[in-house]
């Protein structure tokens, strides 16, 4: 039940601002509405207003507004001829067959900006992680320093600067940085780097090389012989300070060991240990002291690496396993490349794909080696039933990051009728794309989804709470405007291509081409709902 109430308050909305297009439409130009009908079928309710007699029917699939004139065979009162809409200027019947889909289309901006008028703080632009070899890094942006402008624009949130950066790949831009309270600027050009979209098309972007989170100061040891191992220390601990200095991220480890040099140090650190509990098992972080007096004879060094390069976990049976790569192993290189972040790991690894790449590992203990990992392409199904591909490895790093906090909106208003239409234009590019990769046959027909679809998803939506629900409506009302326009004829596309070609023409088609054109939608359309049928059946049903 529960279910089926999502489903109606998902579709009925869509269903009424389609139709109340065409209504406030043909109102507009003077066309008579004969009746207006949410939902298929006998009257349940009915109600005559005016000249215009409004129901509700019981099959919630649709809608229909019944406009006099619309057909052309159809008898008509000499009083009323003015009145029908194949009497109207064709303008005016231009605008009451499209204000239907038109109005899909305007439905998202509403709901779209409810939805982003809810936020009330947002990511800051502060970076956080530098990418190895990245452009950031060739600039020498570090972590904790805050974008204020990029080329004279004031950015204000790390979605921002995202997008400003990703519309310059290989051009240089002007970045303002804010660092310990003094701001400078900083010419950067960001690389281009080459990524598949949410519709599988090839994008260049612009790439800096950041990262909003930063690593917690969690330690990995590769030397058995080194002073920390001696001193009982193990990879996966967290040090918090060294001779009282706080330490908080990796970075601040890294210069703190860089500057205490051949001094010895009093460190204080966290070590996770698992305690059993009623509903489970909790990890408790116990803190420890130690004494370390760095080697002369290896540098100053220690023994404490960050621990962003140290494996944590191994999947069984991945491609990491299948390569000999086990738990607490450092990555030392990829590709002959030397790393110091994850991160980089993870790009590179992207961007081999399925590609065999070599990378140099190092076991505590052991002599460092080279194994060769292939990535295998797996696939998992969303909250909504939707097959999604990625590349799979197979081995987690430890990885104990946070990210600043999220700072209070400027402009609230502003930022949500922004992000609102952002949004809008973004799904229409993506639907748009979709369409030409189906007509072209980049792109198959599985992923199309019928009235059983919506049903299924409807109440997954409503679970995940009202911004969720929100956000699939505004999709839906996005298809359901976007298909409209189609030019099939049965279809309100099809109808404005009818009064298209009466442009071209300069007379009406004939009866027996409008038949038979629409006989053809009619068919497209059929096959087309069967085809999404059977995606939804084989989706929900046949899993």
Known sequence: MTQFLAFILLIGPLIFVHELGHLL????????????????????????????????????????????????????????????????????????????PLFNLLLPLLLYFTFYLGHTVIPPPVIGTVLDDSAAATSELQSGD??????????????????????????????????????????????RSVVKNAVDEPEARGMLGVFPWVYAPQ??????????????LMTGDIITSINGEPIETVEDLERELTRQGTALLRLTYLRAVPVRGELGTYWWYASHHARLLPRHEAGASTGLLPA?????????????????????????????????????????LDRQGTKPIDMRVQSPGEAPRTVRVEQEIRTHRGIYKQERSYLFFGADPYAKRDAPPPEPIRGRVTYAVRSAVSETLSMLGMMWTSLRQMVTLERGVDELSSVVGIFN??????????????LLMALLSINLGFVNLLPIPILDGGHLMFFTLEALRRR?????AREVASAVGLV??????????RNDITRFWMD
């Open 25 to 100: 439409a043909a109102k507009l130009v003077d066309v008579k509405v004969v009746r207006f009908s949410l939902g298929f079928g006998p009257a349940l309710a009915r109600i005559r207003l005016g000249e215009t007699e409004y129901r509700i029917a019981p099959i919630p699939l649709g809608g229909y507004v019944t406009l006099l004139g619309q057909s052309p065979d159809e008898p008509l009162a000499p009083h009323e001829a003015h009145r029908a809409l194949r009497n109207r200027p064709l303008w005016a019947r231009y605008l009451v067959l499209g204000a239907g």
């Open 146 to 191: 805050r974008i204020v402008a990029i080329d004279g624009t004031d950015i204000h949130s790390w979605g921002e600067m995202q997008d400003h950066v990703r519309a310059a790949p290989d051009r240089e831009v002007k970045l303002q940085i804010e660092r310990d309270g003094v701001r400078f600027d900083r010419f950067v050009t960001p690389r």
């Open 219 to 232: 330690i990995g040891i590769v030397d058995t012989d080194s002073p920390a191992h001696e001193q009982g």
């Open 308 to 348: 962003n390069t140290f494996v944590r976990t191994v999947a069984s049976g991945s491609p990491a396993a299948k390569a000999g790569i086990r738990p607490g192993d450092r990555v030392l290189a990829v590709d002959e490349r030397p790393v110091t972040r994850w991160e980089t790991v993870a790009v590179m």
């Open 457 to 470: 998803v409807a109440g997954t939506a409503a679970e995940q709470g009202p911004g969720q629900f929100l």
């Open 508 to 512: 009406p088609l004939g009866q027996r």
């Open 524 to 533: 497209i359309i059929l096959v087309l709902l069967l085809i999404a049928l």
